[in-house]
């Protein structure tokens, strides 16, 4: 009998405790500054695929006008421009007025890296048009670009 009761006085407790009502992210808008950031920030492809992008994305309130976005090919790369890959997106790339991205695709060479290795193509993005800077946390890419 104790435990019904024991019963009857915890369950309140715990369905207006937990967060079931909580309105979770459907009331969370992001209020910082508007910043740039590339999506996703790491990946592997094989050079087989022929292909690789990666998104470009303007975190805050589209604009009216588009953004010019400048990117470039890091410099400690292990991938070779021209033999492991071309980048087909030239930099500065353009987000449209009133949308939030926009794609920067990569040629991968098929058969220029040998089976069982990789090497790596790192994108740094620079900052966009409009003083938009580049997030400090999204703004390298890495495509491991598989044999």
Known sequence: MKIKYLFFAIMPLLLFSCDIFDEGDTRKVYDGP???GFFPLEQERPAATGV???????????????VSVNFEVDGGSTAVAGTHFNVTTASPATI??????TNIVI???????PAGQEVRLTLNLLGGSDGI???VNLAKANIYIRG
């Open 34 to 36: 508007t910043v740039l």
């Open 52 to 66: 690789a992008s990666v998104q470009v994305q303007l975190i805050g309130e589209q604009r009216s006008t588009p």
């Open 96 to 101: 449209d007025a009133n949308t939030s991205t």
């Open 107 to 113: 040629e991968l060479i098929p058969g220029s890296v």
């Open 133 to 135: 800077e580049a997030s």
